[in-house]
């Protein structure tokens, strides 16, 4: 029974903020929306522990299409880091900041790059292309996220600068407008490059925040040296190109790991 403590724990996790935040902001969408999360990720979990292949595509399905469809479409809330900016210069602590601050700014301390193996809705869509293990070096171009990330801000700014009109309504188009492009450029760089997550590697924003967060990861993957026999194989596997046999936090691409546990997977050793 020992194996399973792990997705109980994630569970107790997620109800214990779906509470905390039900009952501080007398919102009862905060139970709902965190309890759902909860249930999916450990669902996801206790299907890996089972050994099922498609675990974590089934949780990164669940919750990436309750945000993008529900949240985004229905509910009418921006989840991009425009949306962040926008909620953060009003002052709200509404859904797309607490999604922030729980996923992808303070939560990666623990859970490190979850989010973007079984949650982002935009690697949702990228994870079904074919090229799921890279087929070349890891290009330059890393320093493309900085300025994503700078025209986003620039951008919230300016609107707030420029007293600009009913910016909720801008908001929402540039979600819709924005997911279109991520998509379009996402699905041409993976064939350009032969790598299903060559936009996470060079181009998204959110990984500002993502990557020198989960350099503090509490939950990594680590390699038992004694049982390793160096066959490289984790490495070939490895859709982020980490080094997952340095076990420092200094490793090769350390801050890129998304815990998708293709390498745990493939290990022939069982030493990860
Ligand atoms: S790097 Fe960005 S696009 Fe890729 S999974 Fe993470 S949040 Fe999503
Ligand atoms: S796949 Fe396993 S045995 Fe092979 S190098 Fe990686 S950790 Fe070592
Ligand atoms: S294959 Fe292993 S090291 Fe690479 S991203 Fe997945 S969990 Fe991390």
Redesign the pocket.
């Known amino acids: 029974m020992k194996k399973y403590l792990m997705p109980v724990i994630m569970l107790a996790i997620f109800e214990a903020v779906a509470i905390t935040l039900w009952l501080t902001k007398n919102n009862i969408f905060y139970l709902f929306n965190f309890s759902y999360i909860g249930v999916s990720i450990s669902l996801g979990v206790f299907l890996f522990i089972k050994k099922y292949k498609y675990a974590r595509r089934l949780v990164q399905l669940l919750v990436g299409l309750y945000m993008l469809i529900y949240l985004g479409l229905i509910c009418g809330e921006n989840m991009q880091i425009e949306g962040f900016w926008y909620y953060l210069f009003t002052g709200v602590f509404e859904a797309a900041t607490i999604h922030y601050a729980v996923a992808k700014i303070f939560g990666p301390l623990i859970f490190g790059r979850g989010w973007c193996g079984y949650a982002c809705w935009t690697a949702m869509v990228l994870d079904f292309l074919p090229y799921k293990q890279p087929q070349g070096e890891r290009k330059k171009i890393g320093w493309i996220r900085y300025v994503m990330f700078a025209i986003s801000l620039v951008f919230v700014s300016a609107l707030f600068l420029a007293h600009v009109g009913n910016i909720e309504r801008i908001m929402f188009w540039a979600f819709i407008i924005g997911n279109i492009a991520y998509y379009g450029i996402g699905i041409a760089l993976a064939f350009i490059f032969k790598d299903n997550r060559a936009f996470c590697k060079y181009i998204c924003p959110i990984t500002v925040f993502l990557k020198p967060m989960s350099y503090f990861a509490l939950v990594r993957i680590k390699?038992d040296k004694e049982k390793?026999?160096?066959?490289?194989?984790?490495k070939r596997v490895c859709p982020m190109d980490v080094d997952v046999?340095d076990n420092s936090r200094k490793r090769k691409n350390g801050t890129e790991c998304i815990l998708c546990m293709e390498?745990v997977r493939?290990?022939?050793?069982d030493?990860?």
């Open positions: 390699c390793c026999i160096s066959c490289g194989k984790c046999t390498c493939n290990c022939p050793k030493a990860l």
